[in-house]
């Protein structure tokens, strides 16, 4: 099976590209800018799996988005799972930013998510099956103080994941998305050591969650063993929120 995986140099996608690559999947690897990071992420997954591609490709771009499943196509064929990675985060008082910055965090958050599924289904109707996993943020649902655009990005990609799934049922393509709270990532990266100690004390399991974590639940989303799941939104936060 083909398994696209977009924003996946680093972070929770390559885990999940990883994941799959270990299982014997053709792997397309995606990231808009960092060709060496990417091309690095290429090499280290084909040691597991020789059916590996990248593609630079920015994905808030619905013709970019057109070319890069058309690349793939030719090369290895339909993409049977989706994984809609890519992200971004800006964190400060929602009356300090100024609309471009809006635009920068709803186009790549969102209309990514838009874009690629709207690229992929064609294929995915036309075959009766197909699997779509949208990497959401439990900020999506619970709000964020300082991250309001980025709370409403999340928050409409995991709307568009109920309703996609309603609308695609019919057809036997499944869509969840996995609303992940702290992981241990560079998007984390930002908070002190002091900022993550006081923010690890309110989460109950005790600690940060981890790429490789993401990754399982990811791979469970689109496996067999989740045949009868579909418009889930699976929050995978330590029960944080």
Known sequence: MTVLITGSSRGIGLAIAERFAREGHRIVLNCASGADELERARQRLAELNPGVMAVRADVSDFEQVSAMFAGVRRAFGDVGVLVNNAGIADFGLFQDMEPP????????????????????????????????????SVWGG????????YA?????????????????????VRVNAIACGAVETGMNGRLTPAEKLEFTAGIPLGRFGTAAEIAEIAYFLASDAAAYVTGQVIRADGGLC
């Open 101 to 136: 910055a809006w635009d920068r965090i709803l186009k790549t958050n969102l209309y990514s998510v838009l874009n690629c599924c709207r690229a992929a289904l064609p294929a995915m109707i036309r075959r009766k099956s197909g699997c779509i996993v949208n990497i959401s």
């Open 142 to 149: 619970a709000g964020a103080s300082c991250e309001a655009v």
């Open 152 to 172: 409403a990005s999340k928050g409409g990609a995991d709307a568009f994941t109920r309703s996609l799934a309603k609308e695609l049922g019919p057809s036997g």
